[in-house]
Protein backbone atom coordinates (compact mmCIF):
# COMPACT_ATOMS: atom_id res chain seq x y z
CA UNK A 1 0.00 0.00 0.00
CA UNK A 2 2.53 2.55 0.97
CA UNK A 3 4.68 1.76 -2.83
CA UNK A 4 1.35 2.90 -4.41
CA UNK A 5 0.68 5.86 -2.32
CA UNK A 6 3.71 6.59 -2.87
CA UNK A 7 4.25 6.47 -6.68
CA UNK A 8 0.68 8.20 -6.72
CA UNK A 9 2.59 11.11 -4.71
CA UNK A 10 5.21 11.22 -7.39
CA UNK A 11 2.71 11.65 -10.58
CA UNK A 12 0.73 14.69 -8.74
CA UNK A 13 4.24 15.98 -8.54
CA UNK A 14 4.47 16.46 -12.39
CA UNK A 15 1.93 19.42 -12.89
CA UNK A 16 1.11 21.84 -15.34
CA UNK A 17 1.17 25.79 -14.15
CA UNK A 18 -1.97 28.29 -15.05
CA UNK A 19 -2.08 31.73 -14.96
CA UNK A 20 -4.44 33.37 -12.65
CA UNK A 21 -5.63 36.56 -14.97
CA UNK A 22 -7.63 39.54 -13.39
CA UNK A 23 -9.92 41.35 -15.34
CA UNK A 24 -8.78 45.01 -16.68
CA UNK A 25 -11.91 47.31 -14.99
CA UNK A 26 -10.50 50.29 -16.62
CA UNK A 27 -12.03 49.47 -19.69
CA UNK A 28 -14.74 52.00 -21.38
CA UNK A 29 -18.49 50.90 -20.37
CA UNK A 30 -21.98 51.57 -21.02
CA UNK A 31 -25.18 52.56 -19.13
CA UNK A 32 -26.93 48.76 -18.99
CA UNK A 33 -30.55 48.87 -19.40
CA UNK A 34 -30.52 52.75 -18.52
CA UNK A 35 -29.82 51.72 -14.81
CA UNK A 36 -27.47 54.68 -14.18
CA UNK A 37 -29.44 57.00 -12.60
CA UNK A 38 -26.57 58.54 -10.15
CA UNK A 39 -23.14 57.74 -8.53
CA UNK A 40 -19.74 57.21 -10.23
CA UNK A 41 -18.64 53.97 -11.60
CA UNK A 42 -14.33 53.66 -11.70
CA UNK A 43 -11.81 51.35 -11.50
CA UNK A 44 -8.65 51.49 -8.98
CA UNK A 45 -5.31 52.36 -9.66
CA UNK A 46 -4.10 49.15 -11.02
CA UNK A 47 -7.19 48.40 -12.65
CA UNK A 48 -8.13 45.12 -11.10
CA UNK A 49 -11.08 46.19 -8.78
CA UNK A 50 -14.75 47.97 -10.13
CA UNK A 51 -15.87 50.63 -7.89
CA UNK A 52 -19.44 51.10 -8.02
CA UNK A 53 -21.28 53.91 -5.81
CA UNK A 54 -24.44 54.96 -5.66
CA UNK A 55 -27.82 53.43 -8.14
CA UNK A 56 -26.07 52.12 -11.35
CA UNK A 57 -25.70 49.15 -13.54
CA UNK A 58 -23.18 48.95 -16.20
CA UNK A 59 -21.88 46.83 -18.87
CA UNK A 60 -18.44 46.01 -20.43
CA UNK A 61 -17.86 44.83 -23.93
CA UNK A 62 -16.31 41.44 -24.61
CA UNK A 63 -16.75 38.93 -26.46
CA UNK A 64 -16.43 36.78 -23.10
CA UNK A 65 -16.51 33.02 -24.07
CA UNK A 66 -17.90 30.59 -20.91
CA UNK A 67 -17.55 27.09 -21.66
CA UNK A 68 -17.79 24.37 -19.56
CA UNK A 69 -14.56 24.52 -17.65
CA UNK A 70 -14.63 28.05 -16.67
CA UNK A 71 -14.46 29.18 -13.14
CA UNK A 72 -14.43 32.61 -11.78
CA UNK A 73 -13.50 34.10 -8.55
CA UNK A 74 -15.30 36.97 -7.61
CA UNK A 75 -14.27 39.24 -4.52
CA UNK A 76 -16.83 41.65 -3.37
CA UNK A 77 -17.69 44.05 -0.65
CA UNK A 78 -20.46 46.65 -0.08
CA UNK A 79 -20.73 49.53 1.97
CA UNK A 80 -24.54 49.42 1.88
CA UNK A 81 -26.73 46.02 0.87
CA UNK A 82 -29.30 47.52 -1.50
CA UNK A 83 -31.99 45.69 -3.58
CA UNK A 84 -29.45 44.02 -6.44
CA UNK A 85 -25.60 43.08 -6.06
CA UNK A 86 -24.43 40.80 -8.94
CA UNK A 87 -22.92 40.35 -12.14
CA UNK A 88 -24.32 38.63 -15.17
CA UNK A 89 -24.25 38.32 -18.61
CA UNK A 90 -26.00 40.11 -22.18
CA UNK A 91 -25.44 39.88 -25.72
CA UNK A 92 -26.92 44.16 -26.11
CA UNK A 93 -26.79 46.84 -23.34
CA UNK A 94 -30.89 46.02 -23.27
CA UNK A 95 -32.19 44.78 -20.03
CA UNK A 96 -35.86 43.50 -22.06
CA UNK A 97 -38.39 41.99 -19.56
CA UNK A 98 -38.86 39.30 -20.95
CA UNK A 99 -35.91 37.49 -22.66
CA UNK A 100 -33.39 38.94 -19.75
CA UNK A 101 -35.59 38.95 -16.83
CA UNK A 102 -38.24 35.81 -17.40
CA UNK A 103 -35.68 33.91 -19.90
CA UNK A 104 -32.49 34.72 -18.66
CA UNK A 105 -32.05 34.25 -15.26
CA UNK A 106 -29.10 32.25 -15.64
CA UNK A 107 -26.92 34.67 -16.63
CA UNK A 108 -27.20 36.70 -13.75
CA UNK A 109 -25.86 35.83 -10.45
CA UNK A 110 -26.97 37.67 -7.01
CA UNK A 111 -23.99 38.20 -4.58
CA UNK A 112 -26.83 40.51 -1.80
CA UNK A 113 -29.62 42.38 -1.90
CA UNK A 114 -33.06 42.45 -0.65
CA UNK A 115 -34.63 41.71 -3.84
CA UNK A 116 -33.96 38.21 -5.81
CA UNK A 117 -33.07 37.57 -9.13
CA UNK A 118 -31.14 35.14 -11.37
CA UNK A 119 -28.64 32.22 -9.90
CA UNK A 120 -29.56 32.17 -6.28
CA UNK A 121 -26.71 29.69 -5.40
CA UNK A 122 -24.01 32.61 -4.04
CA UNK A 123 -26.43 34.95 -2.67
CA UNK A 124 -24.87 34.99 0.91
CA UNK A 125 -23.56 38.21 1.65
CA UNK A 126 -25.13 39.77 4.42
CA UNK A 127 -22.32 41.86 6.33
CA UNK A 128 -22.09 44.88 5.44
CA UNK A 129 -18.20 46.32 5.06
CA UNK A 130 -16.87 42.80 4.84
CA UNK A 131 -15.15 41.70 1.77
CA UNK A 132 -15.93 37.95 0.29
CA UNK A 133 -14.43 35.93 -2.43
CA UNK A 134 -17.06 33.54 -4.38
CA UNK A 135 -15.80 30.64 -6.23
CA UNK A 136 -18.27 30.59 -8.93
CA UNK A 137 -18.03 27.40 -11.49
CA UNK A 138 -19.59 29.09 -14.77
CA UNK A 139 -19.66 26.21 -17.03
CA UNK A 140 -22.11 24.74 -14.58
CA UNK A 141 -24.44 27.12 -15.42
CA UNK A 142 -24.22 28.59 -18.92
CA UNK A 143 -21.88 28.39 -21.85
CA UNK A 144 -21.33 29.97 -24.73
CA UNK A 145 -19.87 33.69 -26.37
CA UNK A 146 -21.75 36.78 -24.54
CA UNK A 147 -21.24 40.34 -26.28
CA UNK A 148 -21.16 42.16 -22.53
CA UNK A 149 -20.15 41.44 -18.96
CA UNK A 150 -22.62 43.30 -16.55
CA UNK A 151 -22.51 44.28 -12.86
CA UNK A 152 -25.17 45.41 -11.02
CA UNK A 153 -25.13 48.23 -7.69
CA UNK A 154 -28.78 48.78 -7.34
CA UNK A 155 -29.65 50.65 -4.75
CA UNK A 156 -33.40 52.62 -5.10
CA UNK A 157 -33.98 54.31 -1.45
CA UNK A 158 -34.05 58.03 -1.32
CA UNK A 159 -30.71 59.57 0.54
CA UNK A 160 -28.83 56.09 0.60
CA UNK A 161 -25.85 55.33 -1.70
CA UNK A 162 -23.81 51.67 -1.53
CA UNK A 163 -20.50 51.56 -2.59
CA UNK A 164 -19.86 48.31 -4.02
CA UNK A 165 -16.27 46.85 -4.98
CA UNK A 166 -15.85 44.34 -7.64
CA UNK A 167 -12.76 42.18 -9.12
CA UNK A 168 -12.57 38.85 -10.80
CA UNK A 169 -10.31 36.71 -11.33
CA UNK A 170 -9.81 33.22 -13.90
CA UNK A 171 -7.43 30.69 -15.06
CA UNK A 172 -9.11 30.41 -18.08
CA UNK A 173 -7.77 32.67 -20.85
CA UNK A 174 -9.87 32.86 -23.37
CA UNK A 175 -12.86 34.05 -20.95
CA UNK A 176 -11.75 37.83 -20.96
CA UNK A 177 -10.81 39.98 -24.02
CA UNK A 178 -8.52 42.25 -21.59
CA UNK A 179 -6.29 41.59 -18.29
CA UNK A 180 -5.86 44.26 -15.91
CA UNK A 181 -2.18 45.58 -16.63
CA UNK A 182 -0.91 46.56 -13.09
CA UNK A 183 -2.20 43.16 -11.86
CA UNK A 184 0.49 40.62 -11.05
CA UNK A 185 0.46 37.19 -12.89
CA UNK A 186 0.55 34.25 -9.97
CA UNK A 187 0.53 30.61 -11.00
CA UNK A 188 -1.15 27.87 -9.47
CA UNK A 189 -0.79 24.36 -9.75
CA UNK A 190 -2.52 22.07 -11.31
CA UNK A 191 -2.77 18.13 -11.50
CA UNK A 192 -2.86 17.28 -15.64
CA UNK A 193 -5.28 15.07 -16.41
CA UNK A 194 -3.49 12.07 -17.71
CA UNK A 195 -1.58 12.36 -14.41
CA UNK A 196 -5.20 11.94 -12.29
CA UNK A 197 -6.37 9.22 -14.47
CA UNK A 198 -3.04 7.14 -13.57
CA UNK A 199 -3.18 8.34 -9.94
CA UNK A 200 -6.59 7.17 -9.72
CA UNK A 201 -5.81 3.88 -11.16
CA UNK A 202 -2.95 3.05 -8.75
CA UNK A 203 -4.68 3.76 -6.10
CA UNK A 204 -7.60 1.31 -7.11
CA UNK A 205 -5.14 -0.71 -7.52
CA UNK A 206 -3.87 -0.65 -4.12
CA UNK A 207 -7.52 -0.58 -2.70
CA UNK A 208 -7.51 -3.76 -4.50
CA UNK A 209 -5.02 -5.58 -3.40
CA UNK A 210 -5.77 -4.57 0.25
CA UNK A 211 -9.25 -6.21 -0.20
CA UNK A 212 -6.98 -9.61 -1.69
CA UNK A 213 -5.15 -9.97 2.00
Given amino acids: ?65 IDSSTILEITFSSSSIGEL ?5 DNDTIFDTAADYNNGGDRYFQLAGSQTFGVQDFNTYTTEG ?19 LVFINDQDQNGVDGQSLYSISTT ?24 LMFASVLLLGASRARKAV
Avoid: C, R
Fill in 172 to 195: DSSFAPTAAPSAPVATVSEPGVLG
Fill in 130 to 148: STVTFTVDLGNYLTGTFNY
Fill in 85 to 89: HGFGF
Fill in 1 to 65: MKKYLLMALAVFSFSSNASVITLDMSQPFVNYGNQFTDGTVTASSDSTTLDMFGNNWVAFNGPYV
